[in-house]
């Protein structure tokens, strides 16, 4: 593994599928003339919009965004994440699914999300994931890769769970994607706090994408894509407009910190 350049895309979603992968497609290219071997797309990059439609429209946003991942990583020729597309179940729910297409445009891990909004927040809000999403049942597995290092999957909401990434770190990751849809009341508190505090105990690069703005309807989102250093230092920060976050990933930065702040080899409690 040497050292490549990440991106973190920021998006603004909206529920029309074409318009939002037209967007997505900019932002890939953006990304990749800036020289990014490895780019994420946000939770919800192909459709952002209410639970009903996007139950109706459920199997043909899995198709179009699973279609569009492989052909935009053999296009370009990276490794792409698809940070969370619904993907029908047997149950007339859907899995959030989180999918890791790489330059030859064939699925390397796919990740169903665990932990499901189910919240109440302060800002009058009200959000129910699990009304139409079934929640995975699985931890996820470290993609292990020769060029980009081990990458470890998650969604959103798992942020707040450090158990999961802390069995990613005991996999072996070195990167860690936290695509997003975060709303704009608690991101403003909490989003940068927890992915420093994930990035810094298991001391790995995080790669968040992210929604900014209004999505639909009052779904606002806080954006501040970001990709962060194993120290925890925030090495990029798109704010709070569409585009990228792009930084370094660097194998010998990771074994710099792990010796300095050796934590993982302290504990006691796996």
Partial sequence: MKSYLAAAIQMTSVPDVQKNLAQAEEFIDLAVNQGAQLVGL???????????????????IA???????????????????????????????????????????????????????????PDGNTYRESSTVM?????????????????????????????????????????????????????????QVLLQARAIENTCYVIAPAQTGINYA??????????????????ADAGEQPGIAIAEINPGRIEQVRRQMPSLQHRVFM
């Fill in 42 to 60: 946000p939770e919800n990059f192909a459709f952002m919009g209410e639970e009903d439609e996007k139950l109706a429209q459920a199997n043909s």
């Fill in 63 to 121: 198709q179009e965004s699973e279609k569009f991942l492989k052909t935009m990583a053999q296009r370009y020729q990276v490794t792409i994440l698809g940070g969370g597309f619904p993907v029908p179940t047997d149950s007339g729910k859907v899995y959030n699914t989180a999918l890791l297409v790489d330059s030859s445009g064939q699925e390397v891990s796919r990740y169903l999300k665990v932990h499901l909004f189910d919240v109440n927040v």
């Fill in 135 to 191: 929640a995975g049942k699985e931890l996820p597995e470290i993609c292990v890769t020769e060029k980009l290092g081990n990458i470890g999957l998650s969604v959103c909401y798992d942020v707040r769970f450090p158990e999961l990434y802390r069995d990613l770190s005991r996999q072996g990751a070195h990167v860690l994607f936290v695509p997003a849809a975060f709303t704009a009341f608690t991101g403003k508190d909490h989003w």
């Fill in 218 to 235: 009052r779904r606002q989102t806080h954006g501040h894509a970001m990709i962060i250093d194993p120290w925890g230092v925030i090495l």
